[in-house]
Structure formats: C-alpha cells, structure tokens
C-alpha cells in the first residue's frame, strides 16, 4: 500500500484533471450513429454553432455512402435551397484538398493540419464561409452561415468549428 505525502508548504496536490471530448452541437447528436450504419468513415462534428443559431430552431438530416457521408442544417425539414440552408458538412474518402490557390486562404488548424479556407461570397445567391482538410486520409469540408458582425468573424468561426471536430475526434 502506498502513501499520498502532502508538499513540504503543506497544500493539497492538485488532482490531474481528466480530459473529456466535448459533446456535439445538439443539432447533430442523433446523426453519427445513422452515419456509421452506412459508411466506415469517422464522423467529426464540430461542439458548437456560431452565436447566432442559438435563437433559432434547427433541422439536421444526414445520408451517408460507402464513401461519403454529408449533414445539411436549416431552418426548415429538409431543407435544400439557400432561402433555409444554415449550412453543410461532408467527409469524402479519395478526394483531394483544393490548392492553395484556389482558395481565399490557407489556414493552421490543431494538430497541425493544414486547413483550406473560403471566405463568403455573394453573386445570385450567397455561398457561406467554408473551410476543408484533410484527417486521416480523408477530406472534411464545413460550410456554414456565421453571419458574424465582428471583423475576422466569420473565419474565425469555421476555423473553431474545424478544429473542435479535429480535437474531439471521430463521434
């Protein structure tokens, strides 16, 4: 049997604290499991929406292939046009990141991924910020409406959301 000794000044030693992932956004905590019954591919969710989905009611709905997997979030049920769609995310096996230059940007993400980044644009209709990498293999792309008032907001958004599904890992 041993013995936990004090320090010398006679405080407490700090427990190490346990790591845990941080649960999904609810929007997409019943999706993994629907996801897994189709395809092999990990399924990594991000832990949070932008602010400004808070307020609103969402609809998630997944479909899933051998090599692919997607999740499209909106306003309405199975929505599929611009006036509803808050946003979309995909794992594809055998397919390769965009190049560098074409896209906005090239990004650092955790574990030193690197992440390719587009800003939003507007033409007809607008396209939300997206931001695409690969883990594993595989290439991961999250386009979302951030909507974001702060300058820097809106990559900065995508960029959190990317990294929180890297660092919690497939679901």
Do not use: H
């Amino acid at each position: 049997m041993s013995a936990i000794s004090s320090p010398p000044s006679g405080k407490a030693i700090p427990r190490p604290t346990i790591s845990k992932r941080a649960p999904i956004a609810a929007i997409f905590r019943p999706l993994p499991r629907r996801i897994k019954r189709k395809t092999d591919i990990p399924v990594l969710l991000p832990s949070e929406l932008p602010p400004i989905w808070k307020k609103y009611r969402l609809y998630s709905y997944s479909e899933a292939e051998a090599n692919v997997w997607k999740i499209t979030v909106g306003t309405e049920p199975n929505c599929g046009v611009n006036v509803c769609l808050v946003g979309y995310l995909e794992a594809k096996r055998g397919e390769e990141p965009p190049k560098p230059d074409e896209v906005d940007k090239v990004v650092r993400l955790v574990k030193g991924i690197t992440g390719y980044y587009d800003g939003k644009s507007c033409g007809g209709s607008c396209t939300p910020p997206q931001i695409s990498w690969v883990y594993e293999g595989l290439l991961y792309s999250i386009q979302f409406r951030v909507e974001s008032k702060s300058e820097g907001g809106d990559e900065a958004w995508i960029i959190r959301m990317a990294n929180s599904a890297i660092i919690n890992g497939p679901r």
